[in-house]
Structures are given as structure tokens and as C-alpha cells.
């Protein structure tokens, strides 16, 4: 893809204030600590983000106020457990037997009814999500797997996003007459179709990261091809003419995407989009819900977010990454910028993109990183962006407007999904753990310590040091994975993302692989000279200054940057305060702004 000029994000501020407002008071820390748990001592079946609303339940002041939630039951819900949501008022919006669930709009006063149903495990808001807005293939090596023959033949993609316009000719198969969009379905319940002509993809959103995986460049002579330019799509609209979702209406999605693996040899999903981390991964019904989608064979790529340029006091952006890029099964994609060049050693890490560890779990990502600034891809006539940023768009070679300009770790995530599908077309045998350690082990590695950028809309200078929270294990290189020959073991899980932990005596930040699941010895990363941490980082990282970057002061947990990450008490999930409390009061959508970097 082609470097221009980003797009700039609607409501900026407005959304910026939304997601992250107030940081945590240590009042309101004590208070989720204590709302982890039930007066038995038990474990609270509601995630604390619900706690207000389950009070106004118990007081009596709940009136005629709603909440939509994500009820978790011990097994697969049947009919008799929608009868009695139904009773209490409560409206299904989706069936998510994936992570044994339904999802509902329910009266607040109706809450006190879910605590006391022993049949239900947990219950947590459906949190909204939006797209993660702000490439070159010469830049990740890309032209070499299109020189060996592969373009993603065979291979099936579903784009869980806004949408896709399967008219736009780049999206065609080689004849020019049947598009490769081979299926559509709509979990939002809104429109497909508006009176500006847009169809389908009513945002803008999905079109465009479709464009960066399978474009073939028909209309631009070429010149803004994708990455695999013959996969098939497959289109699950999750998000609306707002580029507005919902947990359960992503979740739902994954679903189809699982069962209609076969029908479409669906290897790969992208997820160009994010939002806060209420609660740990493992207690996240989105996280299950990917995971379970990385269990059943395929691929799930996640954008890593767009808040690294975020220092709540002096933290310089870590502890940014969004949900579900947190999880530590998937791969999860940071943005790099090209800096008008095609070559991978011009790459540095786009100011925005958001950096590691996570909130709660302080598992190491991004995993990698990928071109994301400035990317020309497809356009949606009609849609929300390309009516709102007419600046934005670019005229094909029929002279209508087919092109537009986007930025962000959305724009980053679909060009490692284009290149995962040309790994799986070479060797369709490969797992998502060996894909996922083959993409990180190959990774460009030869990266600046530090650099600098201004930012002139913010009149302000941001520096990043290049430690793996900030880049993972590097830079996408599509040639070097495709020449590699060297498989992690078959084992889920076998790729899975290590978390860190804080010694405060010694003041040193230690890698630590596996989890409760999977042990370190059945972790690539841990278990051999082949896949061992220095390989797959480029580093040695037994030290906290490599771990962290020799700049930044990760050395005493005084520090006001330190407990933001980390929390109060270092390494607590009832402290990791990053996600602001106005954050989990409203349950307000992560934003899509991502900023131009001149």
C-alpha cells in the first residue's frame, strides 16, 4: 500500500475524554478489590465495572434504567434460561454458545435475580468497541511471496469489522466479474445500505482494511494492491455506520467465523478493533471468544490500539494495548510508519501505537509490528468517512473516487492477515501457535534504540525506545518467514505471549512463559536455543532496562509512571489503574483516533 497524508479522526477530543477521563482513585481501588468478592468469600459473579448498577439494584433506585450484559452459564444455554431472562424483562440480542452466553439488554432491577441464579457463572457488561483508526509491501518483504507464486489462493479471511463493499473492482476475482467478497452477514441489527449509496459497509472501515488483505489493485494500475490479492473474504459486519460495536455483536461473529471454517477454508480472522480491559483476559468473555476461535485452527490477528502517545503520569504509553489484543494466545499487531521509504530499515514505530504490558495480566505486547501510517486501500462511496473526509480519498484510473487514506494499528493488523494467508496457501499445514512464532522469530530485528517525532497538530515531540514492549519482536518480514523452515511445536498454546513480573527488591522485570494452563516448558519461547526469548526479542531481556528501555525509570516502584502500569501494589489486578475509572463507570467505547506524524 501507499504512504499519504492520515485522515483525520472524527470527534477527536470528545472520544479521548470518553475512554479514559478520571485515573482510578485509591477509594475506587479498594472498592473493586473488595467487589472482587461476594460476603461468602467467594468470587463475585459480576465484573466490577457492573457494581454501581448492581447497588442501585439492591437500594432500590434503579427506576427503569437498562444495562446490556453478557450472562455466562455453566453449560450452553437453552431455551429455559431465555424464558426466564424473558421474564425479567430482559431482551436477547445475541446467542453466544461459544463462550456458553447469551447476550441481553435487562432492567438494572432485574440484577439481583442473575446474583442469586446458580446456573449462572458470571455476568459482565457488553462493552462497545470501535474501529482502532491511524504500507508499504516492499517495506515487509512482500513482493518476494508474490515472486514464489502465492497471492492467498485458496485461503479463506473474515474481516469482523464495519463491513465490506464486495462492488469495488479491486475486490474481484481475476476475471473481473465475480468478487471474492463470498459471503456477508450483518450482527448489528442496523441498516446495510444508506441514501448516500453506500452498501454494505456504511463506516468505511472494513472496506478499507479488506483492501489492505486482498486488493489486487485493478483500478490503480497495481500501484495499491494488497497483500494476498486472490484470498477470498468473508464479511462479518460487527460494527455500525459509526464504526460502533458491541462485545456480544464481535463475539457473535467469531462464532459464525468458527462454524463456517469449513464452508469457506476460513484460516485467519481480523480484528481492526478495541477497547478498554475491564478485567483480566481470563475473565473477559471477548478474550474466550478468540481464543476459542484460535483453539478451533485459525488465526486471530488483533490491532495492538492507538494510545501510546498517552503518558498518564509519565507512564510514555505503556499499559495502552486494548482488548482483545491482550490475550496471549492471539497475535497482536503494533504500527510502524514508513517515513517515505520503501526500505524496512526507514521503519520506526508510529508514536501512536500503543505499548505493553497489559492491564491486569502484564503480558508482553505487541507481538509484532506492521507499516500502519498513511495506508491507501479501498474506498466505500457513501460511507461515514470517505462523506466526512472527502480530502481523504484518491481517483482510480476509471476516474471515480476508489481509493482513501487511513492510519492505524487497523491499518497494521490486515497486512500480518494478508501475510499469514500467503504463509497458510505455502503450507497449509501450519498451526496458528507455529504461524504466530514463525512470524515473531522472522521478524525485522535491526531497529533504532530510540526515536523521536513531532507531531504538529499536537505541537508536541514524542520518543520511543525500541524495548519489547514498545515493538515487540520487530517489524513483519514476509520474505524471511517464508523461508523459514523451523516449526514451534503443534501444541495450542505453544506460541502463547509471555507476561512479566517486578521483583522490588531487585528492581528487575522478569519474563515468565506459559500461564495456569500451560506450563513453560511446553512454551516455544522458554524451551529451546532454537525459540528461546533472545532469538524471538533480539535481545537478551534479563535486565529491566532492556526489558523496559535504558531511558524510562521502571527501577523503583515509588514512581508515579511505575504504579500507573503497574498498579498500588505492584502486580495486582485490583490495581493496575491505566483504564480510568470513568472508563469502567460508562463502559464508553475505545476511541479510533490515531494522529498524523510528519
Same mark, same amino acid.
Given at each position: 500500500?501507499?504512504?499519504?497524508?492520515?485522515?483525520?479522526?472524527?470527534?477527536?477530543?470528545?472520544?479521548?475524554?470518553?475512554?479514559?477521563?478520571?485515573?482510578?482513585?485509591?477509594?475506587?481501588?479498594?472498592?473493586?478489590?473488595?467487589?472482587?468478592?461476594?460476603?461468602?468469600?467467594?468470587?463475585?459473579?459480576?465484573?466490577?465495572?457492573?457494581?454501581?448498577?448492581?447497588?442501585?439494584?439492591?437500594?432500590?433506585?434503579?427506576?427503569?434504567?437498562?444495562?446490556?450484559?453478557?450472562?455466562?452459564?455453566?453449560?450452553?444455554?437453552?431455551?429455559?434460561?431465555?424464558?426466564?431472562?424473558?421474564?425479567?424483562?430482559?431482551?436477547?440480542?445475541?446467542?453466544?454458545?461459544?463462550?456458553?452466553?447469551?447476550?441481553?439488554?435487562?432492567?438494572?432491577?432485574?440484577?439481583?435475580?442473575?446474583?442469586?441464579?446458580?446456573?449462572?457463572?458470571?455476568?459482565?457488561?457488553?462493552?462497545?468497541?470501535?474501529?482502532?483508526?491511524?504500507?508499504?509491501?516492499?517495506?515487509?518483504?512482500?513482493?518476494?511471496?508474490?515472486?514464489?507464486?502465492?497471492?492467498?489462493?485458496?485461503?479463506?479471511?473474515?474481516?469482523?469489522?464495519?463491513?465490506?463493499?464486495?462492488?469495488?473492482?479491486?475486490?474481484?476475482?481475476?476475471?473481473?466479474?465475480?468478487?471474492?467478497?463470498?459471503?456477508?452477514?450483518?450482527?448489528?441489527?442496523?441498516?446495510?445500505?444508506?441514501?448516500?449509496?453506500?452498501?454494505?459497509?456504511?463506516?468505511?472501515?472494513?472496506?478499507?482494511?479488506?483492501?489492505?488483505?486482498?486488493?489486487?489493485?485493478?483500478?490503480?494500475?497495481?500501484?495499491?494492491?494488497?497483500?494476498?490479492?486472490?484470498?477470498?473474504?468473508?464479511?462479518?459486519?460487527?460494527?455500525?455506520?459509526?464504526?460502533?460495536?458491541?462485545?456480544?455483536?464481535?463475539?457473535?461473529?467469531?462464532?459464525?467465523?468458527?462454524?463456517?471454517?469449513?464452508?469457506?477454508?476460513?484460516?485467519?480472522?481480523?480484528?481492526?478493533?478495541?477497547?478498554?480491559?475491564?478485567?483480566?483476559?481470563?475473565?473477559?468473555?471477548?478474550?474466550?471468544?478468540?481464543?476459542?476461535?484460535?483453539?478451533?485452527?485459525?488465526?486471530?490477528?488483533?490491532?495492538?490500539?492507538?494510545?501510546?502517545?498517552?503518558?498518564?503520569?509519565?507512564?510514555?504509553?505503556?499499559?495502552?494495548?486494548?482488548?482483545?489484543?491482550?490475550?496471549?494466545?492471539?497475535?497482536?499487531?503494533?504500527?510502524?510508519?514508513?517515513?517515505?521509504?520503501?526500505?524496512?530499515?526507514?521503519?520506526?514505530?508510529?508514536?501512536?501505537?500503543?505499548?505493553?504490558?497489559?492491564?491486569?495480566?502484564?503480558?508482553?505486547?505487541?507481538?509484532?509490528?506492521?507499516?500502519?501510517?498513511?495506508?491507501?486501500?479501498?474506498?466505500?462511496?457513501?460511507?461515514?468517512?470517505?462523506?466526512?473526509?472527502?480530502?481523504?480519498?484518491?481517483?482510480?484510473?476509471?476516474?471515480?473516487?476508489?481509493?482513501?487514506?487511513?492510519?492505524?494499528?487497523?491499518?497494521?493488523?490486515?497486512?500480518?492477515?494478508?501475510?499469514?494467508?500467503?504463509?497458510?496457501?505455502?503450507?497449509?499445514?501450519?498451526?496458528?501457535?507455529?504461524?504466530?512464532?514463525?512470524?515473531?522469530?522472522?521478524?525485522?530485528?535491526?531497529?533504532?534504540?530510540?526515536?523521536?517525532?513531532?507531531?504538529?497538530?499536537?505541537?508536541?515531540?514524542?520518543?520511543?525506545?525500541?524495548?519489547?514492549?514498545?515493538?515487540?519482536?520487530?517489524?513483519?518480514?514476509?520474505?524471511?518467514?517464508?523461508?523459514?523452515?523451523?516449526?514451534?511445536?503443534?501444541?495450542?498454546?505453544?506460541?502463547?505471549?509471555?507476561?512479566?513480573?517486578?521483583?522490588?527488591?531487585?528492581?528487575?522485570?522478569?519474563? +515468565?512463559? $506459559?500461564? %495456569?494452563?500451560?506450563?513453560?516448558? @511446553?512454551?516455544?519461547?522458554?524451551? =529451546? #536455543? &532454537? *525459540? !528461546?526469548?533472545?532469538?524471538?526479542?533480539?535481545?537478551?531481556?534479563?535486565?529491566?532496562?532492556? +526489558?523496559? $528501555?535504558? %531511558?524510562?525509570?521502571?527501577?523503583? @516502584?515509588?514512581?508515579?509512571?511505575? =504504579? #500507573? &502500569? *503497574? !498498579?498500588?501494589?505492584?502486580?495486582?489486578?485490583?490495581?493496575?489503574?491505566?483504564?480510568?475509572?470513568?472508563?469502567?463507570?460508562?463502559?464508553?467505547?475505545?476511541?479510533?483516533?490515531?494522529?498524523?506524524?510528519?
Amino acid at each position: 500500500m501507499s504512504q499519504k497524508h492520515k485522515l483525520k479522526s472524527p470527534l477527536r477530543g470528545q472520544r479521548h475524554s470518553a475512554a479514559w477521563g478520571k485515573r482510578l482513585s485509591m477509594v475506587l481501588l479498594v472498592l473493586i478489590a473488595q467487589f472482587a468478592f461476594a460476603d461468602n468469600g467467594k468470587p463475585n459473579k459480576f465484573a466490577q465495572d457492573l457494581a454501581p448498577a448492581l447497588a442501585r439494584a439492591h437500594q432500590g433506585t434503579a427506576g427503569v434504567d437498562t444495562v446490556n450484559v453478557i450472562v455466562q452459564y455453566e453449560k450452553i444455554p437453552q431455551a429455559k434460561h431465555e424464558a426466564r431472562m424473558k421474564t425479567l424483562g430482559g431482551n436477547l440480542k445475541h446467542r453466544l454458545g461459544m463462550v456458553k452466553a447469551l447476550a441481553l439488554t435487562i432492567p438494572v432491577s432485574a440484577l439481583p435475580a442473575l446474583e442469586a441464579d446458580s446456573e449462572i457463572l458470571s455476568v459482565s457488561i457488553d462493552h462497545p468497541l470501535q474501529v482502532l483508526d491511524d504500507t508499504t509491501d516492499s517495506a515487509t518483504n512482500v513482493p518476494a511471496a508474490w515472486n514464489a507464486g502465492l497471492d492467498g489462493t485458496g485461503v479463506g479471511v473474515a474481516v469482523i469489522d464495519s463491513g465490506v463493499n464486495d462492488n469495488h473492482p479491486d475486490l474481484w476475482d481475476s476475471t473481473e466479474t465475480t468478487s471474492r467478497v463470498v459471503y456477508h452477514q450483518d450482527f448489528t441489527g442496523t441498516p446495510t445500505t444508506n441514501a448516500n449509496g453506500a452498501v454494505y459497509d456504511l463506516y468505511g472501515h472494513g472496506t478499507h482494511v479488506a483492501g489492505i488483505i486482498a486488493g489486487n489493485g485493478y483500478l490503480s494500475g497495481g500501484h495499491y494492491g494488497g497483500v494476498a490479492p486472490n484470498v477470498s473474504i468473508v464479511d462479518l459486519r460487527a460494527l455500525d455506520a459509526n464504526g460502533s460495536g458491541s462485545d456480544s455483536s464481535v463475539i457473535a461473529a467469531i462464532q459464525q467465523a468458527v462454524a463456517l471454517q469449513n464452508t469457506y477454508n476460513i484460516r485467519v480472522i481480523n480484528l481492526s478493533l478495541g477497547r478498554g480491559i475491564p478485567v483480566s483476559y481470563t475473565q473477559d468473555p471477548l478474550c474466550q471468544a478468540v481464543e476459542s476461535a484460535w483453539k478451533s485452527g485459525i488465526v486471530v490477528v488483533v490491532a495492538a490500539g492507538n494510545y501510546g502517545r498517552l503518558s498518564v503520569n509519565g507512564s510514555n504509553g505503556f499499559g495502552t494495548i486494548t482488548a482483545p489484543g491482550n490475550d496471549p494466545f492471539v497475535l497482536t499487531v503494533g504500527a510502524m510508519k514508513s517515513n517515505g521509504s520503501t526500505l524496512p530499515s526507514a521503519e520506526t514505530k508510529a508514536s501512536f501505537s500503543s505499548k505493553g504490558p497489559t492491564t491486569y495480566d502484564h503480558v508482553v505486547k505487541p507481538d509484532i509490528m506492521a507499516p500502519g501510517n498513511g495506508i491507501v486501500s479501498l474506498a466505500a462511496p457513501g460511507a461515514t468517512l470517505e462523506t466526512l473526509y472527502p480530502s481523504a480519498s484518491l481517483t482510480g484510473t476509471d476516474g471515480n473516487v476508489d481509493y482513501f487514506t487511513l492510519s492505524g494499528t487497523s491499518m497494521a493488523t490486515p497486512v500480518v492477515s494478508g501475510a499469514v494467508a500467503l504463509l497458510l496457501q505455502g503450507n497449509n499445514q501450519l498451526t496458528p501457535d507455529q504461524i504466530k512464532a514463525r512470524l515473531m522469530k522472522t521478524a525485522y530485528k535491526r531497529l533504532p534504540f530510540s526515536t523521536s517525532s513531532w507531531v504538529p497538530h499536537l505541537f508536541a515531540s514524542f520518543t520511543d525506545f525500541y524495548d519489547l514492549f514498545s515493538v515487540g519482536s520487530g517489524l513483519l518480514d514476509v520474505q524471511a518467514a517464508m523461508n523459514n523452515t523451523d516449526l514451534a511445536p503443534a501444541t495450542v498454546g505453544a506460541a502463547l505471549s509471555p507476561y512479566v513480573t517486578y521483583n522490588s527488591l531487585t528492581g528487575v522485570v522478569t519474563l +515468565v512463559n $506459559g500461564n %495456569a494452563s500451560l506450563s513453560a516448558h @511446553s512454551v516455544v519461547w522458554g524451551s =529451546s #536455543v &532454537v *525459540w !528461546g526469548s533472545s532469538v524471538v526479542w533480539g535481545a537478551t531481556v534479563n535486565g529491566n532496562s532492556v +526489558v523496559w $528501555g535504558a %531511558a524510562l525509570p521502571w527501577n523503583t @516502584s515509588t514512581l508515579s509512571a511505575f =504504579s #500507573v &502500569v *503497574w !498498579g498500588a501494589n505492584t502486580g495486582t489486578s485490583a490495581s493496575s489503574v491505566v483504564w480510568g475509572a470513568s472508563d469502567l463507570a460508562s463502559n464508553s467505547a475505545f476511541s479510533d483516533a490515531g494522529d498524523d506524524e510528519q
